[in-house]
């Protein structure tokens, strides 16, 4: 059996979140980040109309014989709206570009979400009880006139219908010139950084009105700027290491212990190209569009146009794995730049135990590959398997060569349908994946 025609999990379909047969999908709905946070119990989505939704797994599904996936709808709420930069003459659009929780530390839930210049803090907290027997409040709500009591009542706790309130604790505000790409939480749970194109900045999550600036690549003259910041994360274990990539396909390790201001990285990862390979397209497709560390922090996955590369942090000559997501998309490579999807940015993710690592690609399919067995699969997420237990069937696309029956010609592929968000349950095979307005989620075959 070829290493492209399996996997060592048969995935099927559990759910599916958004409305399929709409025939106008407006740009509003469609969704822009996905995330679980670290038990997996919640995954929130971002849309680029601003909305934050949670999802949450029902407890019953886990002890389920056999096992279910059931996630509802927890909570939904607007984070972001639209804004005009008045100095600039330039509208802020509401989408979510990223979202991140922190890690639970009392019954409320936090996570930040940001656009392209603000950053908040959400809290997500449950309302069971109410207090009844409010003496200068009637029954609705509305105050009364304090001298028209007659006495005076204690007021008690009376349980009632849980509701789920989310509400905004931190706003982040004006310390990006350019587009926000990245927010990273670090492993001490007290500080994150925001990245945009030139610079990295440091937060404190109870300091609203100052951040420290820890990279900046900006030149003095504007015109001899060379690359830009593409993606910034922090180590999940050591709280003084990050790194960030960049428009060249570059890597770089910072170390906060070696200057306020991390100019001069520690290391740098890079994969120099063959000079015989070079073409007008090698820059950009060679941009890293999204990094990701594995859960022991030993490992980093980049995503870039064409492959998913993973880099051993104690080896910067070369990435120690290299996997091709949509090889046979190069013969086109001049057709995307035209029709800009070739500027298309995708994420990629590794699963809890680092074996598995996720992406997607064009026609709404993705790929997984198995680091163990060095097997791929490539599936897709239509409405055609939207039934609960359908086992997804694996798909191929004709590299060029002569079109057998079961593969699907290069030129029908759909562009415009694209999975460029994907996330994995940190602790069991069940994976979220976006495709448009819609949240297909998918777990192993039991």
């Known amino acids: 059996m070829s290493r492209s025609e399996s996997s060592d999990i048969q995935w099927t379909f559990e759910q599916l979140k958004g409305l399929i047969d709409i025939p106008d999908i407006t740009d509003a709905d469609i969704i822009s980040c996905v995330e679980f946070n670290d ?118 706790i009376k349980p009632m219908d849980t509701v789920v309130q989310a509400s905004p604790r931190r706003i982040f505000a004006n310390a990006h010139t350019y587009h926000i790409n990245s927010i990273s939480m670090n492993s001490d749970q007290e500080t994150y950084l925001s990245a945009d194109d030139l610079r990295i900045n440091l937060w404190h999550l109870d300091i609203t009105d100052e951040s420290f600036n820890i990279v900046d690549i900006k030149p003095v003259n504007m015109e001899e700027l060379t690359e830009v910041i593409t993606a910034a994360e922090f180590h999940p274990q050591h709280c003084n290491l990050f790194v960030y990539s960049s428009s060249k396909g570059i890597i770089r390790l910072c170390d906060m212990r070696a200057a306020a201001l991390c100019d001069q990285h520690a290391k740098i990862f890079e994969e120099t190209e063959d000079p015989a390979n070079r ?55 001049c057709s995307l730049y035209e029709n800009d999807y070739i500027f298309d940015k995708f994420e990629c993710c590794f699963n809890g135990t680092d074996q598995y690592i996720m992406t997607g690609s064009y026609n709404n399919f993705f790929k997984i590959f198995d680091r163990h067995s060095k097997r791929e699969v490539l599936l897709e997420a239509s409405k055609d398997i939207a039934r609960p237990r359908t086992v997804l069937k694996p798909k191929k696309v004709a590299d060029g060569s002569k079109k057998k029956k079961d593969e699907i010609s290069v030129e029908s592929l759909d562009y415009g349908r694209k999975i460029l968000h994907t996330a994995w349950h940190p602790e069991e095979n069940i994976i979220a994946v976006a495709a448009t307005n819609n949240l297909f989620i998918l777990r192993d075959k039991v």
Request: avoid cysteine.
């Open 279 to 333: 073409s007008f397209f090698s820059e950009i497709i060679s941009s890293i569009s999204a990094l990701r560390f594995s859960s022991t922090g030993r490992y980093l996955i980049s995503r870039d146009y064409l492959s998913v590369k993973v880099w051993d942090l104690n080896m910067d000559t070369r990435p120690v794995e290299s996997y091709l997501v949509h090889e046979y998309l190069r013969p086109t490579l």
């Open 39 to 156: 038990t997996g119990d919640l995954l929130a989505t971002g849309d680029k109309g601003g909305r934050v939704v949670i999802f949450q797994r029902d407890e019953s599904s886990k002890k389920a014989v056999p096992r279910k996936v059931d996630y509802s709808v927890y909570t939904t709420f607007q984070s972001h709206e639209p804004e005009f930069d008045y100095l600039k003459s330039l509208e802020i659009e509401e989408k979510i570009n990223k979202i991140r929780w922190l890690k639970r530390k009392n019954p409320a839930q936090f996570l930040l979400s940001t656009n392209d210049k603000t950053i908040k803090l959400w809290k997500i907290s449950e309302k069971e009880k109410r207090i009844d027997g409010y003496n200068l409040r009637d029954d609705d709500g509305q105050y009364m006139n304090p001298n028209s009591l007659n006495s005076l009542r204690i007021p008690v």
